[in-house]
């Protein structure tokens, strides 16, 4: 099969460090074994939407020379590939509604772990939808961060798919959109490791393929914190983008190629580019 991968920031603020790390390894896997790489704009979480990221993220990409292969596909506008696969999922028993408020999950320790929901039903509002999670392992093998196995159940409980307001969960989405997508492989930060193993359960309820995952080493700060969009790290500057994707290849491990341009030093690294030195690093100060 051939490789194919994404890139899927979410519209929360400008290409920062960590974002490009995941672009730049991304592309070069996809590059170096002549595949596909798509991108995808998660834009289902409007009320955390900064008005003009999206487009600022996709110039950036563009500035540095990492081209995709499709225009981008807007998570906006998949409703109803949603809605249909909470139905098939609601058809086969395995979501249901919850009329929990936050404060009754306060109440009630937080999470649902029993596969239904312990607030009465009622008419007058819409519930939020479930996923019934199975008390089961999940395991996979990450290309960087080796073994992993979880149980969902005890780990996270009864997740979300479709929240009470009407917005879609990222775990849902992301696995219907991996899916249409034609995704083989995942290349993203260690942050998600921990959501794994939701996809993949997901992809089995769905008789969705998995894809391979590669999670990334997160890029941190001097006191360890996540660099993102919501500890204000500063945005890429796209001015200078060699100067931006050498750090970005350093970080990655990679020598950075000598090259008159930099679309040159782009393929050179693609041919170059070696996860090894990656291999089992879950954090590294950017
Ligand atoms: N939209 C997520 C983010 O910006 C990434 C999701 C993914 O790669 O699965 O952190």
Not at 81 to 90: C, I, P
Not at 92 to 111: I, K, N, Q, V, Y
Not at 152 to 157: I, K, L, P, S
Not at 217 to 222: F, I, Q, T
């Amino acid at each position: 099969m051939r490789y194919r991968g994404r890139f899927a920031p979410s519209p929360t603020g400008d290409l920062h460090f960590g974002s490009l790390v995941a672009a730049l390894a991304g592309w070069l896997r996809a590059r170096q074994q002549g595949g596909e790489w798509l991108l995808r704009v998660e834009d289902i979480d409007p009320p955390r939407e900064v008005p003009g990221s999206t487009r600022s993220i996709l110039a950036a990409l563009r500035d540095l020379g990492l081209e995709a292969d499709a225009p981008a596909l807007y998570q906006s506008q998949r409703g109803d590939a949603y809605a249909s696969t909470l139905q098939q999922l609601r058809e086969a028993g395995h979501a249901f509604p919850c009329w929990c408020s936050r404060g009754d999950l306060e109440a009630d320790g937080a999470t649902h772990r029993d596969g239904r929901c312990v607030s009465p039903p009622r008419d007058d509002r819409e519930p939020a939808w479930r996923l019934r999670v199975p008390d089961r392992d999940i395991s996979f093998d990450d290309l960087l961060q080796g073994r992993q196995t979880q149980n969902v159940r005890e780990a996270v409980g009864d997740f979300v798919l479709r929240r009470a307001d009407g917005l879609w969960g990222y775990q849902l989405a992301c696995v219907v959109d991996d899916a249409y997508q034609g995704i083989t492989e995942v290349v993203r930060g260690a942050d998600l490791l921990d959501s794994t193993p939701r996809q993949i359960l997901l992809q089995n309820l769905l008789g969705l393929p998995t894809p391979a995952y590669l999670h990334l080493p997160l890029a941190v700060d001097g006191e360890r914190r996540k660099l993102s969009k919501s500890t204000d790290a500063p945005a890429i500057d796209t001015h200078h983008p060699r100067a931006a994707l050498a750090h970005a290849l350093r970080f990655l491990g990679q020598d950075v190629p000598e090259a008159p341009d930099v679309a040159t030093m782009l393929q050179l690294a693609a041919q170059r580019f070696d996860i090894a030195p990656l291999r089992g690093i879950a954090t590294r100060v950017a």
